[in-house]
């Protein structure tokens, strides 16, 4: 059982900041033995948080295998299986087989946790063995002859994009193992600390803008998804360094936050949809046009 010293020890040492309610939902899931997956739109720390709980519970980085998934991504990736030596110069030895494991099963071998990246880049087919794990605490291992099973404190976390361009829908039975927590954009106020921490001499003004165009495009994704996601806190971050050291160099203020807007305002446009590049540079230049 976490104690309360334990809990307040993990929030306050997270380096994402304003997400403290996403966390502790996780930690009282995990305590509860339930996997747990984060969910939202990027750039808003899931794997930074998944990571930071992993090596605070388990003791350190090592304690955790992370794997980030892709399309490519088999049940051999996740299981393992037979692999020929074909590669091998000795023709006898090239004839066979050895076997390979897994993300999964090498985490279970181990005694590490295990962190799943990007969940949704690989189809739901190559989680099978998986799911099987999480649905009975056993996967049986055909060609090893053996059955692996979960224990009652392995800790397993997958971060998620559901609908991003390049996922795969997951099955409903596979999302059910998993305990969906969601991680959003951070308050205007957090991002303002985290902007004045890292760029402390930033002027206010274009502190402000970059907070502005953050809601701003926000909103325009919540509101009707004319925007395919708002700018998120990873993106708040790089406006601000890049202002930061553009202004150091002379440039002008007005300048300045108008290109670094819309630099960033490319990532979070869909550039197949000219509304939506429209969209995003009249909110970078309406509120440039403010300074």
């Not at 739901?124 to 049986?140: D, I, K, R, V």
């Not at 553009?246 to 869909?270: N, P």
Request: glycine share 8%; hydrophobic share 40%.
């Amino acid at each position: 059982m976490l104690t309360t010293e334990d809990y307040l020890r993990i929030l306050e040492s997270c380096e994402i900041k304003g997400q403290d309610e996403s966390i502790l939902r996780a930690l009282r899931y995990i305590e509860l033995g339930y996997p747990i997956m984060f969910y939202g739109p990027p750039g808003n720390g899931k794997t930074t948080i998944g990571e930071h709980i992993l090596a605070m519970m388990g003791g350190g980085e090592d304690s955790y295998l992370k794997v980030e998934a892709s399309e490519g991504m088999t049940e051999y990736h996740m299981i393992g299986g037979f692999h020929p030596l074909a590669m091998s110069g000795n023709p006898e030895l090239a004839e066979k087989f050895t076997y390979k494991e897994g993300a999964v099963t090498r985490a279970l071998k181990s005694g590490r946790n295990l962190l799943i990246d990007e969940f949704t880049r690989a189809p739901s087919s190559a989680y099978s063995g998986l799911f099987m794990l999480l649905s009975t605490g056993s996967l049986p291992l055909e060609f090893q002859e053996t059955v692996l099973k979960k224990t009652n404190n392995w800790i397993i976390l997958a971060t998620a994009n559901f609908g991003d361009e390049g996922t795969f829908k997951l099955s409903a039975a596979l999302k059910r193992r998993f305990m969906p927590i969601y991680v959003g954009y951070a308050s205007r106020a957090t991002e303002r600390n985290v902007i004045q921490k890292i760029t402390p001499l930033l002027p206010d003004e274009i502190l402000e803008a970059i907070l502005e165009f953050a809601e701003e495009t926000r909103e325009a994704w919540k509101k009707d998804r004319s925007l395919p996601q708002g700018l998120s806190t990873d993106g708040v971050i790089k406006m601000s360094r890049y202002c930061d050291l553009s202004i150091k160099q002379g440039s002008d203020v007005k300048q300045t936050f108008t290109d670094a807007a819309l630099h960033q305002g490319i990532i979070i446009a869909d550039e197949t949809d000219q509304y939506s590049i429209k969209l995003v540079q009249e909110i970078a230049l309406s509120i440039g046009n403010k300074l």
